[in-house]
């Protein structure tokens, strides 16, 4: 179960990081640490495509500021196994599966840096385990939006398009895992919400002749693209295209814990209907005394990424101003 399998680019970049599998609620799940967390632990939880690696300028960061860094693989991605039936996932599995990491690195709070769906799994864990959270730092997805204003949207929207069962199935499997994952950070770095033509699939939107992003290198891919070759699309397309429906909204939620949204302007789920009412209209502030939200001018989807200094020194910012009781 060792990292073998994991290119050199990843040695490279993760030096000081430490790869552990941990046995959890049934499934062995691939965990990434650094350093020694006099000050506390900061968990740090993927969206899709991600995975662990993602996070690596911001483990790396807090791990030298004093904090222990724990980046999870959620069920599924990456190196962690896949749920015996991936089609019946279920959107609490994530919330459980987060509680039983702590548990099983004696970790009783830990400050959420999440991102895309690992933000949702933040925002309900900080709200249903207060006890067990120090602050949430949302990245690229806001508190509180209303998912069905969506269904304003065209058919030809990524969501709709990947919720249907065997639909991304046939169009990634046109092409290889390399240049799927190489398409979709393409697609879903630009500030336009990623939606086909009726004639066309989502993969067709971009073209090998698009380069990547500049802040995402061609080793970053090989990375990715090393990782779903194990992992396949399976589970991720479950989780969390064809599972958030599930996810049971928290009545009246008041957060006990402080709450950092940081959002980039030029995010495409900015454009979502609601996303930017949500944020400026003081809808979120109702659920979050305790609230701050800040904006990157340029930042696409992947502000971790694309500007990994900007976002480390907001985050070590947020987590001064909230020491952790001893």
Not at 56 to 70: C, E, F, I, K
């Given at each position: 179960m060792g990292s073998s399998s994991r290119p050199e680019a990843m040695a490279t970049a993760e030096q000081q990081i430490e790869h552990v599998h941990l046995p959890v609620r049934g499934l062995t799940l691939h965990v990434a640490q650094a350093g020694k967390g006099e000050l506390g632990t900061v968990v740090f939880l993927h969206g899709f495509p991600e995975i662990e690696y993602s996070?690596?300028?911001?483990?790396?960061?807090?791990?030298?500021?004093?904090?222990?860094?724990?980046?999870?693989?959620?069920?599924?991605?990456?190196?962690?196994?896949?749920?015996?039936?991936?089609?019946?996932?279920?959107?609490d599995d994530l919330i459980e599966d987060l509680l039983a990491i702590l548990d099983a690195l004696a970790v009783p709070k830990a400050f959420l840096v999440a991102k895309d769906f690992g933000a949702l799994v933040a925002y309900d864990f900080a709200l249903c385990h207060p006890n067990r959270t120090c602050g949430v730092m949302g990245l690229g997805i806001p508190f509180g939006n209303d998912a069905s204003s969506m269904n304003t949207l065209p058919e030809g929207l990524y969501i709709f398009r990947w919720a249907q069962p065997g639909r991304a199935e046939a169009d990634f499997g046109r092409y290889n895992i390399k240049r799927v994952v190489r398409t979709i950070y393409i697609l879903f770095s630009k500030s336009e919400i990623p939606m086909a033509k009726e004639d066309q699939e989502i993969m067709d939107l971009a073209d090998l002749s698009t380069p990547l992003p500049e802040w995402f290198t061609e080793e970053d891919l090989d990375v990715h693209s090393s990782l779903y070759e194990k992992s396949g699309f399976r589970y991720p397309l479950q989780m969390p295209y064809r599972s958030l429906h599930k996810r049971k909204p928290i009545g009246d939620a008041k957060f006990q814990v402080p709450v950092f949204v940081v959002m980039g302007e030029k995010d495409y789920v900015y454009k979502f209907p609601g996303v930017e009412s949500a944020m400026k209209d003081g809808t979120m502030e109702r659920h979050a005394p305790d609230m701050k939200i800040t904006y990157i001018p340029e930042g696409s989807h992947f502000v971790q990424e694309q500007f990994p200094d900007y976002v480390n020194e907001l985050l070590l910012a947020f987590l001064k101003d909230h020491p952790v009781d001893k």
């Open positions: 996070w690596r300028h911001q483990m790396l960061a807090v791990a030298a500021a004093g904090y222990r860094a724990v980046a999870p693989d959620w069920r599924g991605y990456g190196l962690s196994d896949q749920p015996p039936e991936p089609e019946a996932a279920e959107y």
